[in-house]
């Protein structure tokens, strides 16, 4: 099945010159990358300040993640709303990156703040380990979008996939996970995988402190590549296939068509459950990628975006899965058997859910921020084609994202080949320093309610002018 990736693409008028050169002069790159630090430095003196101070906070920032910024420190926010954030010195920023997807809904949606201001200062109650109205209604919601009929909460999408594989081990009586080349889950142990040399799984490079070597829990796969799927499987041990339906931790790996029918049916073949992680993914339309390209997963799951910035995750199960779980008479799902949390299912989480979902991130809410992020491709496009330079640049829905290579790659081991550091922090304090914010993990730009074509617009400008400054 071949996936709806855009409408139709705009013809903009042409650049002022025509440029003929596509390969990189890193000295150039250097010296330009060394101005943009030092205006960095120039304009977010404040920042800079709290930084240094921060010598309470291991890495100097609240969650090393942080620390990825370009420019050797981030700015420190002041305030934010939509689309926009302030931070500490005054410069107001466009923002694309949107908490690298957790406000996709833009920063506090006037819906999602009534909602938990409510909870909070009117009805009273955070976390009481009891449930509310608001959760059957998420789950109603969440059934209607995705179709798995039974959901269950959690704090991230990082624990619900956790939980998730949790099940599909128990369920299953098998062992292992499949999982594919430089995917990402979220902190989950048993998704930090690569393929090696030889096909079989390696630990992903940077992994700190694995509980054990990773081939003892998972096996590996290339994505888009169903003959490795299916050696993988004929092992036997494989309780659960995890994936996102197009991967986007490496730049965005669209599946080709026919690769997800394709694994749906292996799945059944072999005896394995399939659970699709959307929680970037849900970028692509109101009920996802699950929706629009009618997947049918044993497992879904989903974090992030749907709470509005408030932290949450889900997971779905099929009603079969269910009644599995109840014939098994030793799992332990209401106190320590390793599935729930204290938090998880707070009256917070669900009331944010609720009005985020009902509310927010509605089907004209993604209309909209899809024909944004189709102007978006559409902008740079057009800069790629006059500057002759060899990239691509992918659309999900919402979210765009431009490579270092075309065509675009087919797998994620094809996409890490074809990173470059010192050009990613070059292109993305140009950005910074001009008043516009990508996702700091690698070229992506998300799309959310308040984005605006004037916002799309100024990126296509500012774009033009660092590839020009780059090969001019």
């Keep these: 099945m071949q996936p709806p990736l855009r409408g139709k693409v705009r013809t903009p008028s042409r650049l002022c010159f025509d440029l003929s050169m596509t390969t990189i002069d890193r000295r150039k790159l250097s010296a330009l990358l060394d101005k943009e630090r030092v205006e960095h430095l120039a304009r977010t003196p404040l920042s800079r300040a709290a930084y240094e101070a921060a010598d309470h906070l291991f890495g100097r920032v609240p969650m090393t993640w942080m620390n990825k910024w370009s420019g050797g420190y981030p700015v420190s926010m002041a305030s934010a709303r939509g689309n926009r954030i302030v931070d500490l010195d005054g410069n107001e920023y466009v923002d694309f990156a949107l908490g690298d997807t957790a406000a996709m809904a833009g920063h506090s949606p006037d819906a999602t703040v009534a909602a938990v201001t409510k ?121 659960v296939v995890i994936t996102e339906p197009a991967l986007t931790n490496m730049g965005i790996v669209l599946p080709e068509p026919g690769f997800l029918d394709g694994l749906r049916a292996l799945c059944t073949q072999y005896g394995a459950l399939l659970l699709i992680d959307e929680t970037h993914t849900f970028s692509a339309g109101p009920g996802g990628c699950t929706e629009a390209w009618n997947l049918k997963p044993d497992l879904f799951v989903i974090g992030k975006s749907i709470g509005g910035g408030v932290p949450c995750g889900a997971f779905g199960i099929t009603n079969e899965i269910a009644e599995a779980i109840r014939k098994n008479l030793d799992a332990d799902l209401v106190d320590v058997g390793g599935v729930g949390g204290t938090l998880a299912g707070n009256v917070l989480s669900t009331a944010a859910m609720r009005a985020t979902l009902g509310e927010v991130l509605t089907a004209p809410a993604f209309e909209h921020m899809i024909a944004m992020a189709t102007r978006f491709t559409a902008g740079v496009e057009l800069v790629l084609l006059e500057t002759n330079m060899p990239w691509s640049i992918v659309q999900l829905g919402a979210r765009a994202e431009y490579l270092f290579t075309s ?33 700091p993990f690698h070229n992506m730009a998300l799309m959310c309610p308040t984005t605006s074509s004037a916002d799309v617009d100024l990126h296509t400008a500012l774009f033009t002018k660092a590839i020009c400054d780059l090969v001019s």
């Design 407 to 439: 065509p675009a790659p087919k797998s994620g081991s094809a996409s890490a080949l074809v990173e470059d550091e010192e050009l990613e922090d070059y292109l993305h304090l140009f950005m910074s320093n001009r008043g516009l914010l990508m996702t």
């Design 119 to 239: 909870r909070l200062a009117v009805d009273g109650g955070i976390t009481t380990m009891l449930p509310s109205l608001d959760a059957e209604w998420v789950g109603a919601e969440l059934t209607r979008r995705f179709g798995l009929p039974l959901w269950s909460f959690a704090l991230s999408a990082t624990d619900a996939n956790r939980w998730a594989l949790r099940i599909g081990r128990l369920v299953t009586g098998k062992p292992k996970v499949l999982a594919f080349s430089y995917g990402y889950h979220g902190a989950v142990d048993e998704t930090f995988v690569v393929c090696g040399p030889d096909g079989e799984p390696e630990a992903r490079g940077g992994n700190v402190g694995p509980p054990v070597p990773i081939a003892d829990t998972t096996r590996v796969a290339e994505f888009n590549d169903l003959a490795s799927v299916e050696r993988a499987l004929a092992h036997g041990d494989i309780a």
